[in-house]
Each structure stands twice: as structure tokens, then as C-alpha cells.
């Protein structure tokens, strides 16, 4: 089915082909599970006895910390929950145990991200979008410190702490003083676009990862058009591939260069900064072909410039080197973090900063 966007002015630029749908019970051939458990049962070690390699300390999370977000029960394509984000310890790979397992004020996650303060951020799709502050991660059993509506599947702060939420029929911007307690708050602007998986990137540029195969950019001198005309705009940049199929959240490594999973392949690939700077169809510099890629969701960088690649079709979060990501390939994962068997599998990933 095809969705399109409407809204008063001028035509929308982009025809939103509507989201596939995180699938229950995903099975994959016996060889690619025989290699998943293969590399998961070699990779496996014992949750750290120190601080320094465990993901919480007395305050809370420690930088490195592994977030993975399972969106639970789907109901025609959208998460209805309940569903978990787990912590994981940095450097955790194998059957590693849980250091946390967050359920209370989960309605089916579909997007998580950590502020800069160590705060976890989770847009439920069924409801709200709840934050567990850094202290309250410390806990057994968190529950949220700020419950702010609407919620959505997808979420992305900007580079001056404002959180941007995609809310399956628009996006709105809650500025950062906002973000302080819980309520409905007036969004500092609401735009006409539907079903984003939203990030930014250095410049403070918005990029959405699309379900019609595409990653478009606008500028961040373009975003305050957004306050007077309450629409998106065409994207300054939109960038097209035979290799984009159902990208999903991108991430941006040191060199800028902008990474994406493609949900309904197995790829996961790159193109350079120097190549979107305008409207292209592209050839990706580095193709991660990976039979244990299956249906990878929102991907995520960790400080030392190594992938995370959440795998829904698996149920494992695998990690790729710096190295590894230099040339195309089918490589190995580094680590292999394997969820729970009662999960739906992994949707997202973010690593604390």
C-alpha cells in the first residue's frame, strides 16, 4: 500500500510507501543460525567484575553502554508492546547477561536515544515517549522520570538538545526546556510528514531514513522555514540506490560519511560525505553483505568508530570493527550479542556517549 502525505500549500515532495512490518517469529535458514549461535558461543565472556566493564556504575549507565530496543507485539506493521529496551555492558557479546532490562512505560518502542546528560529516551509507538534518567538506569527496575505525548517510531535529538519525535502522521520539535517534566507540551513546530526514522548529523542537518528507499537531508538553515509553514519542505538532498531497500535510521561515523540498514535486505551500506552534497542516485562505497545482517534496524556508531547493527530477522545485535568497515564484504561480526528467545528481536540500537 502506498501512503501519501497531505497538507495544505504547495505538493509534497517524497510518496511514502508504507512501513514493512516488524515480524513475529522471524526464522532464518539453518546455516545462517548455525553461524549466528557458531560465532555467538566463541565470542561469549562473563559479565565484567569492574566498574570500568560493567554498564552501570552507582550513577548509572557508563559510556559504552549497549541500548537495544525490542518493540514486543506487532499489530499490522506497528509495535503495540509491550515490549523492553535492554542495557547491555560495553564490550558484551555472546549469551551476555543483561545488566538491566527496562519494561515499565514500554507500549511498543520504536526508536530510543540517549541524551547527553546519559539519559534514555524512548518513543513508543502505542503511546508516549518516556525518559529514564541516568540515575534511574542505576535501578533494578526502572520506571520513566518524564512522560511527554504524542509518541511515535522514531526519535533524534539536534545538536542543541531539542527532540525531534516522528509520530507516524507528522514530526514535531520539543525544544529542551520543554523536556524538563511530563505533559502534553505545545511542539516548538509541527510538520506535515509521516513514518520518518529521523537523525542529525554534525552540521545539525535532519536526515530521515525512508520506506521509499530513499535518505534525504534538510539543511539546518532550511528547518526554520518549518516554524512559519508547519510543512517539510522538498529536502535539499535526496539520495536514491539500488541498494536502498527500507533504509532505516542512519548513523554518521568520524568522517562524516552517512550509514543505513536496509530492513528489507540484508545490506548495510555507505556513502561518502563528499557524494551528498546534492540530489544523486549512488553507488555506496562499502556494501556489509553479511548473512547475519538479517532485517537490520537502526544502526548505531560507538566512540572507538565501531558498528552496531541491531538484526530483527535473527535476534542479535552484531558488531563490525573500524577495520572491517574499510571495503565491501560478507565479514564476520566482531561480537554477536544474542537476545533473549521470548524477544521479537532487536529494532534499534544506541550506545551511551
Known amino acids: 500500500m502506498t501512503t501519501t502525505c497531505q497538507h495544505a500549500g504547495p505538493a509534497r515532495f517524497l510518496t511514502r510507501v508504507a512501513r514493512p512490518p516488524r515480524q513475529l517469529g522471524v526464522t ?32 548509572g549507565p557508563v559510556p559504552g553502554t549497549i541500548f537495544v530496543a525490542d518493540p514486543g507485539l506487532v499489530n499490522g506493521g506497528d509495535a503495540v508492546g509491550p515490549g523492553s529496551v535492554t542495557l547491555y555492558r560495553p564490550g558484551a557479546s555472546g549469551h551476555a547477561r543483561p545488566e538491566v ?32 534518567s541516568r540515575a534511574e538506569l542505576a535501578k533494578p527496575s526502572p520506571v520513566p522520570t518524564v512522560t511527554i505525548s504524542p509518541g511515535g517510531d522514531g526519535l533524534a535529538f539536534d545538536p542543541s538538545g531539542n527532540l ?11 525544544s529542551k526546556a520543554e523536556l524538563a517534566k511530563s505533559g502534553s507540551p505545545a511542539p516548538v513546530a509541527t510538520l506535515s510528514e509521516d513514518d520518518c526514522s529521523l537523525a542529525f548529523d554534525s552540521y545539525g542537518d535532519l ?34 540506490s539500488n541498494s536502498l531497500s527500507g533504509p532505516c535510521k542512519p548513523a554518521f561515523d568520524h568522517a562524516g560519511d552517512v550509514w ?4 528489507n535486505t540484508e545490506l548495510v551500506v555507505e556513502f561518502t560525505k563528499a557524494k551528498l552534497a546534492k540530489t544523486a542516485t549512488l553507488v555506496p562505497k562499502v556494501v556489509i553483505s553479511s548473512a547475519q545482517n538479517g532485517n537490520p534496524g537502526d544502526v548505531a556508531f560507538d566512540a ?47 550506545i551511551e556517549p
Open 28 to 59: 532464518a535458514s539453518a546455516a545462517v543460525v548455525a553461524g549466528v549461535l557458531a560465532s555467538a558461543a566463541l565470542s561469549t565472556s562473563p559479565v565484567g567484575a569492574t566498574a570500568a566493564r560493567r554498564a552501570l556504575d552507582d550513577a
Open 101 to 132: 532490562v527496562v519494561t515499565k512505560g514500554m507500549a511498543g518502542p520504536g526508536g530510543i536515544a540517549v541524551d547527553s546528560s546519559g539519559n534514555l529516551w524512548v518513543a513508543n509507538e502505542s503511546g508516549d515517549v518516556v525518559e529514564y
Open 164 to 174: 525531534w519525535v516522528s509520530t507516524g502522521s507528522s514530526v514535531v520539535e520539543f
Open 207 to 240: 536526515w530521515e531514513g525512508s520506506t521509499s528507499n530513499t535518505l534525504s537531508e534538510w539543511t539546518k538553515p532550511q528547518l526554520p522555514k518549518l516554524f512559519k509553514r508547519g510543512e517539510l519542505p522538498s529536502p535539499a538532498v535526496q539520495i536514491t
Open 260 to 263: 543505513a540498514g536496509n530492513y
Open 304 to 350: 572507538s568508530g565501531n558498528l552496531w547493527v541491531p538484526t530483527q530477522g535473527l535476534g542479535t545485535v552484531v558488531e563490525y570493527t573500524k577495520a572491517q568497515l574499510a571495503k565491501s564484504g560478507a565479514p564476520v561480526p566482531h561480537d554477536t550479542i544474542s537476545m533473549p528467545t521470548t524477544s521479537n528481536g532487536p529494532w534499534a540500537v544506541a
